[in-house]
């Protein structure tokens, strides 16, 4: 009797071991996750500033998280080369690594989804996932849409949707000049600028267009006379880096008085170059909501940690949405969360976002924020220690900034 | 009007930037024959130092304090490294500038960090220089500071535009011209300079009566280094400061060194406000070929043969048009404008 019993509790003890291992199969693993980026050259101070914020995300969601998974990150340098970054994602494969994440520059995120889509047509079994936090070509997810591609930050075409949207109701926007990297990037943000402001402010003119060398130019004072000789009251921009910094500083000191509407004001140095001068006067769009709780816990803490600021959004997006879709999908392999995460809907930092199924597209809310003396609570942060910070001024849901694809998703078999 | 003196001005310090970096190496090339690839290293130093330094003591004495540590660098380097590789030839210290070039590149990164410096101009330095103020009724006039808001409204009788020049800027220029000046007279005037330009041409005669060359020569490396160093001050609060600043002026400075003529203060002078000049004007003109052949009367139309090529403005081809300049310097004038050695 005392037998049976024994055996009794034994298989049933067996049983739930084998139930809730089988339920959390996942549970306890490492996941590690290959982070390809620059960390020398003219993005250096960005690279450096996103892979740390990806190491102390790693740290904080080990601790706890819904997969019960560990995360580990290795970084590779790719000096902003499609073709380091193809090498550094051999060599990453070739240590175990299933996860990518990558964001600064559309040449390297190509290299990538293009590496991918042969490689795991390949290797059955062996799948690696992309995350692309910050590489924002539309094309990425209308024509070259791939099944293991996901975009965490916003689309040019999104940013510019809110922007737009945003500058409609600033009645003192009436000339704008739009000045741009000569590349990719540059161009369709100027493009996307000329067809939003059309279609929502006709009456806006466009005064004049420029294209300046990617990460060359030292002097922007002539681009500046120029611009104050068109009588522009407004400017648009998707520089980044020392292309925006050294642009502001510029306009600082040649007194140009007109609104800055950027895309990456908050990028490591630009807050530095604007100062005291700038408040007021530059805008920035993007995926941070600086005064959320949730975002100003990890600024603090961040900061605290390495005297630096935590401005990258997407990363978080990045966590979030990988440990739910290894919970849901009881599983780290990538072919499972891939699937599991089209859909997907997750809490972030600034509220509900979801991974869009057709596209790989996060929906999710844009933020249009303005450079401002730090003031009391929520706005007391202080960007780059220089007394200013940006504070939210519109926050526009996901479906405002929402913008059509025309992926045609290549998806593997079965799924 | 207005603009357009703004924009020559800008131009002009533009280019006096330039030579101060220039005319240091280009001393350097003429004495010892050595291209210091280093060169744009020591003009970031320049404004490293001056950061460190003016949190410590204030931007004035910075100013001043940073050009004679990189000089004494500049002089160290080439008492330790480069006089030993001197009789090796010209290939071995070419490359060892060039790997220094890298070392302080690294060392740069290590101690300061890979962002950029917050580094603003002083007081004094800070706003506008002056304004230039263009009036339909009054035409062109100029007020030193930041010009009253009344005198730059437009009122019923005439519309008025104002521009400033920053004064960092002007600073640049008058430093700059300081220099040129004070380098002229050194050279000219006093006993070191003549036996310097003894030396740039028969150094061994010039030993043979006494004077110690290989001292002359660590002098002359050291004080370029410094004028790079007092270049880098200036660009540093000007511009920013940051490990890529180096690279950025890098390339630009052979240009001007070459274009002027290897060796020739006077060509370094000419050409640094000519290539200051050719990256400030041209971003101006929005004008292409098309526009020109239509001006002639020659329609051009998307689609037509070499139109992609036609279509790019002048401000977008100014970015190569100093490279463009070095390219036809060499082939139709290898000595440069006032160069005086062949090749």
Request: net charge positive; hydrophobic share 50%; glycine share 8%.
């Amino acid at each position: 009797m005392a037998f049976r019993r024994t055996v009794l509790s034994m298989a049933l003890g067996a049983g739930l071991a084998l139930g809730s291992s089988m339920a959390l199969a996942q549970k306890g693993e490492t996941v590690k996750i290959a982070w390809i980026d620059a960390l020398t050259g003219l993005t250096a101070a960005t690279g450096q500033n996103q892979l740390k914020g990806f190491q102390f995300l790693a740290e904080q969601f080990s601790k706890s998280n819904p997969a019960g998974v560990k995360f580990e990150i290795t970084s590779f340098d790719n000096k902003l080369s499609p073709q380091e970054t193809v090498n550094a994602l051999q060599a990453a494969i070739d240590q175990g690594v299933r996860y990518v994440a990558q964001g600064t520059g559309t040449g390297p995120a190509t290299a990538i989804i293009d590496f991918l889509n042969k490689y795991n047509e390949r290797n059955p079994g062996k799948e690696v996932l992309f995350l692309n936090y910050a590489a924002v070509d539309p094309s990425l997810t209308n024509e070259k849409c791939s099944f293991w591609h996901f975009r965490l930050d916003a689309d040019t075409s999104m940013k510019m949707e809110a922007l737009t949207t945003f500058m409609k109701d600033q009645p003192d926007v009436k000339k704008v000049y739009l000045i741009n990297q000569n590349y990719a990037h540059g161009h369709q943000v100027a493009k996307y600028a000329k067809e939003n402001l059309a279609r929502k402010r006709p009456d806006v003119q466009i005064v004049g267009e420029d294209l300046t060398p990617l990460a060359q130019t030292r002097d922007f004072a002539p681009y500046i006379a120029k611009i104050k000789a068109s009588g522009a009251d407004t400017i648009i921009t998707g520089n980044w880096s020392s292309d925006l910094t050294l642009l502001v500083k510029a306009a600082n000191d040649g007194g140009l008085n007109a609104k800055f509407y950027t895309y990456y004001a908050p990028v490591s140095g630009t807050p530095t170059a604007m100062g005291a001068n700038a408040a007021g006067r530059v805008y920035a769009v993007g995926v941070m909501p600086y005064e959320a709780p949730a975002a100003r816990k990890l600024m603090d803490e961040y900061k605290a940690k390495f005297n630096d600021d935590f401005y990258t959004a997407q990363i978080y997006n990045a966590y979030a949405l990988l440990t739910a879709a290894m919970a849901k999908a009881k599983s780290t392999d990538p072919v499972k969360v891939a699937a599991t995460l089209g859909g997907l809907e997750v809490k972030s930092l600034g509220g509900d976002v979801q991974m869009r199924k057709t596209d790989h597209q996060l929906q999710q809310a844009v933020f249009i924020s303005r450079w401002e003396k730090a003031g009391p609570k929520p706005y007391d942060y202080s960007v780059e220690n220089t007394g200013f910070n940006f504070r939210t001024v519109k926050t526009f849901e996901p479906y405002v900034a929402s913008t059509p694809t025309s992926c045609q998703m290549k998806r593997p078999a079965g799924l | 009007m207005d603009q357009l003196l703004i924009n020559v001005l800008n131009g002009v310090s533009a280019g006096l930037l330039l030579f101060m970096l220039s005319s240091g190496l280009t001393l350097i090339f003429s004495m010892m024959g050595v291209l210091n690839f280093a060169h744009a290293s020591f003009y970031m130093l320049g404004a490293y130092f001056a950061y460190s330094l003016s949190r410590a003591v204030g931007f004035w004495p910075a100013l001043v304090l940073a050009p004679l540590l990189v000089g004494a660098m500049g002089a160290f380097f080439e008492r330790t490294a480069l006089r030993r590789v001197h009789k090796f030839g010209h290939v071995p210290e070419l490359l060892i500038t060039f790997g220094l070039s890298f070392v302080i590149l690294e060392l740069v990164k290590l101690i300061w960090g890979l962002s950029s410096m917050n580094f603003p101009p002083p007081e004094l330095l800070q706003g506008p220089a002056f304004t230039v103020m263009q009036s339909d009724a009054h035409g062109l006039g100029l007020a030193w500071g930041a010009a009253p808001a009344d005198r730059c409204a437009s009122t019923a009788a005439a519309v008025m535009h104002c521009s400033t020049f920053p004064a960092t800027r002007f600073f640049m220029m008058v430093m700059a011209l300081f220099m040129l000046v004070s380098l002229w007279l050194l050279l000219t005037r006093t006993r070191i300079g003549l036996v310097i330009q003894a030396a740039l041409t028969h150094a061994e005669a010039v030993e043979a009566l006494g004077h110690n060359v290989p001292r002359v020569f660590m002098l002359v490396f050291g004080s370029g280094c410094a004028l790079a160093g007092l270049a880098g001050v200036i660009g540093g609060v000007t511009f920013v400061t940051e490990p890529s600043m180096a690279t950025i002026v890098g390339s630009i400075i052979f240009v001007v060194v070459v274009v002027g003529g290897m060796g020739s203060l006077a060509g370094a002078f000419v050409a640094s406000i000519l290539i200051g000049l050719l990256q400030t004007l041209p971003l101006t003109v929005d004008k292409s070929l098309v526009h020109l052949a239509a001006s002639l009367g020659w329609a051009v139309a998307p689609g037509d043969l070499g139109y992609p090529l036609m279509k790019i403005t002048l401000a977008q081809a100014a970015p190569i048009l100093p490279y463009l300049l070095l390219v036809l310097i060499l082939i139709f004038r290898p000595k440069g404008l006032l160069g005086t050695r062949e090749g």
